[in-house]
């Protein structure tokens, strides 16, 4: 039995689950900053047939030789299965050959709406956050997608001002009605735990927390009157292995804090 | 024999672009940055300018803060490493710019349609998003063969591309490699076509392999000779990213005052292309170099 490690932070703790969530031989969409180092860690671990596409036309089925920042350093590019246009990985995305994405949001609400470019009205801008990016795209067109964010009673809104990547709309089959093919978020994991959706009415249940995090605590921080699993677990923490991995993939703690 | 496109930056950016042009530039994404002709449109004081782009790194947020942007038609504006753009959120947030939210999806199929000649292009992303509310060229569609619910995406033909690639002829014939992100369309579908090089090569050189051609040169204008062009980007074949660089903008643009310190340092003081590398110096410059060389095998075009 592996030992209790408690010598971890909460950004690796989210990546590790992350990582979880991909199955071997599954195709990724891999996004900016905390998914590269969970599909890299997946590769590593558990999922080494797993295959990674980029939005900037990159398709890779090893690990990058060097630790990487963003997935246009030139390790990404190092002998990739496919070098090619963002045309040619959006069209995988589209036909539906993308098993599973992983997005992150400013703003989310209890229909996995995902807020990335408006906080207050879009005439009368309070704040201006970056935009989509290919976040939409992925939202919209992935077999499934998981979404990663800090948890925050103001990131957990009742309504999301402004939807940037569609989750369920406003529950049900709103997906179907819009047209959207295929897909939904399937995880939500965050700084206090994870959660999934109700497979009919699509709203967002708490099905784990992290060690050390109360329900209590979880519903604090939420902006809606949470529904919580029957059958509620604890997240297992990220195993040496995992952390091991993790330090090297991001050697000066760039993304999940850990100095070493 | 056609012409010779050769250009200096400086008279590339002042012949070619207009106040009031619509640019698109930083179309391979986090990769091959034309950086050096963001910078010398912010010393020619361009105005009014609207930028396409899918994600173009700090690019877009120093040219908004240098007061050449009036709108962006984009994805993404922000840092990719730090996260917010700061110059971006002011001027959103103040009202000085318009912005037409794009996806990637929406902005490739936006180009697609350009670069093919047709007034738009369908897709299936975005349908449900608010991106609707806030980009008049998405609207939605009904296919007229299946009656499936789509999105219409209007045609986008910018006024001119700017292409960071690796090596180019004197005609226009250029090599680019790597990831292109949205490079072939966004070329395809401009009026006219910049192209910043690393190395201006022999036609011969380019010739040899013509599936490396980012597009036949007679649809290219200028053709700039600007090593480390692409700085703090990286550049397949040639430099890595300079990531300090842009953890190091962060903080330099968090407050109008400390961006305009910036710019001074960076831009205004920046006379030409040689001063700029003296100004990176050879230590910085020497530490971003490739060192583990991957060459393709040769292929044979022979008939």
């Known amino acids: 039995m592996a030992t209790e490690n408690t010598n971890y932070t909460s950004v690796q703790l989210m990546v590790t689950a992350a990582a979880r969530e991909i199955g071997n031989a599954e195709v990724v969409f891999v996004g900016m900053r905390l998914p590269l180092l969970g599909f890299f860690l997946a ?84 704040t201006r956050l970056p935009g989509s990016g290919g976040a939409c795209d992925l939202a919209s067109l992935a077999k499934r997608h998981i979404i ?83 059958d509620l677990k604890q997240t297992s923490p990220p195993t040496a292995v995992e952390l091991e991995k993790l330090r090297q993939f991001d050697p000066k703690g760039y993304w999940t804090g850990d100095m070493g | ?26 179309v391979s994404q986090e990769t091959l940055i034309p950086f050096a ?21 700090i690019l877009f947020d120093q040219m908004i ?23 971006f959120r002011r001027a959103v947030e ?26 738009f292009m369908p897709t299936r992303t975005a349908l449900g998003s608010d991106l609707f509310k806030t980009n008049a060229s998405i609207m939605p569609a009904t296919c007229p063969f299946s009656g499936e619910k789509l999105a219409a995406v209007k045609a986008i033909h910018p006024d001119v591309a700017i292409v960071h690639v690796q090596r180019a ?36 050189k380019i010739s040899s392999d013509p599936n490396r051609v980012l597009i036949a040169g007679f649809r290219v204008n200028a053709v700039v000779h600007a090593p480390w062009g692409a700085y703090p980007s990286p550049v397949p074949g040639y430099y890595n990213r300079d990531h300090q660089a842009f953890i190091d903008y962060r903080s330099a643009s968090k407050t109008p005052q400390q961006f305009e310190a910036w710019k001074s340092r960076w831009v205004d003081a920046i006379r030409s292309h040689a001063d700029y590398l003296t100004f990176l110096g050879d230590e910085r410059l020497v530490t971003l170099g490739i060192t583990h060389h991957v060459w393709s095998e040769p292929v044979d075009y022979g008939y």
């Open chain 1, 43 to 126: 590769k590593s671990t558990h999922a080494p047939d797993a295959v990674g596409v980029f939005e900037l036309g990159i398709v890779r089925d090893s690990l990058a030789p060097e630790p990487i920042l963003t997935m246009g350093d030139l390790p990404n590019l190092y002998r990739a299965q496919w070098l090619a246009d963002t045309a040619d990985v959006m069209g995988l995305l589209q036909q539906g050959f993308v098993d599973v994405s992983f997005i992150g949001g400013a703003q989310i609400d209890r229909y996995g709406n995902l807020n990335t470019s408006y906080i207050g009205a879009t005439e009368t801008v309070q």
């Open chain 1, 148 to 230: 990663l964010l800090p948890h925050e009673k103001r990131r957990f809104v009742p309504r999301v001002d402004y939807i940037t990547s569609p989750g369920y709309g406003s529950g049900g089959d709103w997906r179907r009605q819009m047209g959207l093919p295929r897909g939904g978020p399937s995880r939500v994991i965050t700084t206090l735990g994870v959660f999934c959706f109700d497979p009919d009415t699509r709203e967002m249940i708490l099905t784990a927390v992290h060690p050390g995090v109360s329900v209590a605590e979880v519903k604090q921080n939420t902006g809606w009157p949470l529904r919580v699993a029957s």
């Open chain 2, 1 to 26: 024999m056609p012409e010779t496109k050769l250009y200096r930056l400086s008279d590339a950016i002042a012949r070619f672009v207009a106040d009031g042009s619509e640019i698109a530039l930083g």
């Open chain 2, 37 to 57: 002709a963001g910078h010398e449109i912010m010393r020619q004081q361009k105005r009014n300018l609207t930028l396409i782009g899918p994600i173009s790194d």
């Open chain 2, 65 to 87: 803060g240098g007061g050449c942007v009036r709108r962006i038609r984009a994805a993404w504006v922000g840092n990719v490493i730090t996260g917010s753009g700061y110059n």
């Open chain 2, 94 to 119: 103040s009202g000085a710019i318009v912005m037409e939210d794009h996806s990637n999806l929406t902005l490739l199929t936006a180009l697609q349609a350009g670069a093919l000649g047709v007034p």
């Open chain 2, 169 to 204: 002829d004197r005609f226009g014939n250029a090599h680019i490699w790597g990831n292109l992100g949205i490079a072939r369309e966004a070329a395809m579908a401009s009026r006219r076509i910049i192209l910043t090089a690393e190395e201006i090569v022999a036609p011969e």
